[in-house]
């Protein structure tokens, strides 16, 4: 067999492959063997039965079949692993591909999608700035009121909305230019009024506001807000109110954090509340420099990512938003129809994500292959385990999970990419914005946008976003 690589061009190539004659007559020896051993013809023990007699059982145009569909697989896996091929499908089209014929030649020519070449930037000599973040008052009291939540009580309220109630509301979102829908999209969350940690400026919509009130109004998102998509963007947002609740915190007395917390006195509550404290904004600053690490790599990496790629990741997220919505009850129509959206427009609202995600899974592999990354068995242990506990798996649906070999790829990409990002985060040169840098940052070379990098938003400084205060009822949704 040879193998001839046509053309290499937009993430695709063509490929020319050809049998020499006596290649193509051991193809046909196999499938009239394989026949040979799976017909029963009465006079003829199992495997004796004559060629003659099995064309004209089966006919020579299902062993021609038979054969071309040998040669092809052949062809395929055998050229792309002979012309080293990265390729992101196992579906090639053939473009020539002709019946083959005993004692002759077979040329096939075949196209193949490939995975685009990515050139990634020098990510440890990043220098990027950090604020400091540490536990003073301010962000004490904010965590304390967050470990209290589940304490609090809420009674409905007839009348206006003030600071200190609760609203539990419909939120939808538009970018001011109407192109398309922004993420936030929420319903049915319950939103306290007046917290230290919200949004400035955003409560004072809601004041005044009574059970039934729709309200329309403009709002610029903080440059610091988690979700970039929408940070700095000025949104239109479309709330309902449905429900006015005033709000009862418990009194904490040492009976309470005996009852509660089984502990001696405040004091000891106190302490508790600053080293558990201190440990969250250490693991929160960890996943701000992965957040920021990979965003900084993602920028300058160079990496051609071509528009059928981008329609086939497309593709899939619609289609897995489709499942979650029939696993939830609902259809994805239903969906669209209450967004007043088409399909066509909620596609292109997945558009960057897409984009992100295949350029985020081709940095992994392309760190994964350079540092010679790979999961080992107790990386995949604990996975699993994580998993079960986090779905309520039992070990006997876990068995068979990991036999499902997409499972098993999903679960595998998922710690390579954690393994990937910690990598470049632990690479990079994170410094604090009250000190020197180490070294001036160089202009980092490999994007073929010609665009500015991005630059590292700020990690938010006295902020419910700093320990996650607004995580279960407050109005980010992503």
């Known amino acids: 067999m040879k193998s001839e690589l046509v053309e290499s061009a937009d993430n695709k190539a063509t490929v020319r492959v050809t049998f020499e004659p006596k290649e193509v007559n051991r193809f046909y020896t196999t499938v009239l063997n394989e026949y040979r051993q799976s017909l029963k013809v009465p006079g003829f023990r199992k495997g004796k039965v004559p060629r003659s007699i099995i064309l004209s059982r089966v006919g020579e145009d299902e062993v021609r079949d038979s054969v071309r569909e040998r040669i092809e697989a052949t062809a395929f896996h055998d050229s792309i692993e002979e012309l080293k091929l990265e390729v992101r499908s ?35 000599n990043f220098r990027i700035p950090l604020k400091r973040v540490e536990a003073n008052e301010k962000l004490l009291k904010q965590y304390r009121e967050r470990l209290l939540e589940r304490f609090v009580e809420y009674e409905d ?23 398309k829908e922004a993420p936030l999209q929420h319903k049915d969350v319950l939103y306290i009024l007046g917290r230290d940690d919200n949004l400035p400026g955003y409560d004072e919509h809601f004041v005044g506001g009574a059970a039934g009130t729709d309200l329309t109004f403009e709002y610029v998102m903080p440059n610091d ?36 917390y089984k502990m001696d006195s405040l004091d000891e509550f106190d302490r508790y509340l600053r080293e558990t404290l201190d440990y969250e904004l250490s693991e929160e600053e960890k996943q701000y420099k992965e957040s920021v690490a990979i965003d900084h790599l993602l920028g300058r990496m160079a990496v051609n990512i071509s528009e059928d790629m981008v329609k086939d990741e497309t593709d899939y ?53 350079a540092k010679d990354m790979s999961v080992t068995d107790e990386e995949m242990s604990r996975y699993t385990a994580m998993f079960m506990r986090q779905y309520k798996v039992t070990s006997k649906d876990m068995k068979k999970l990991l036999k499902n070999r997409e499972f098993v790829n999903d679960a595998m990409m998922e710690i390579m990419r954690a393994k990937a990002i910690k990598h470049v985060a632990e690479s990079a040169h994170f410094y604090y914005e009250d000190e ?42 992503t």
């Open 225 to 260: 807000f988690p979700n970039r998509a929408v940070a700095g963007k000025t949104l239109i947002l479309e709330a309902k109110v449905k429900a006015v609740r005033t709000v009862k915190r418990p009194e904490v007395t040492e009976s309470f954090v005996r009852e509660n």
């Open 90 to 124: 196992q579906n090639p089209q053939f473009i020539d591909d002709p019946l083959p014929v005993e004692g002759q030649p077979c040329e096939l020519t075949f196209e193949v999608p490939l995975l685009p070449q990515v050139t990634l930037p020098d990510y440890e």
């Open 436 to 477: 020197e840098p180490e070294a001036a940052a160089e202009p980092d070379e490999g994007s073929e946008t010609g665009e500015e990098p991005p630059i590292a938003p700020e990690a938010p400084e006295d902020s419910g976003d700093t320990t996650d205060a607004q995580e279960n009822n407050q109005d980010e949704e």
């Open 317 to 369: 997220l619609v289609s897995v938003r489709e499942r979650r919505l029939r696993a939830a009850g609902h259809s994805l129509t239903e969906m669209l129809k209450e967004r007043n959206q088409s399909l066509d427009d909620y596609r292109q609202s997945l558009r960057e994500e897409a984009s992100r995600r295949l350029k985020e899974f081709l940095a992994v592999r392309a760190i994964a292959r």
């Open 157 to 179: 309220k007839n009348g206006a909305a003030e600071l200190g109630d609760a609203i539990v509301y419909d939120l939808k979102s538009t970018f001011d230019d109407g192109e």
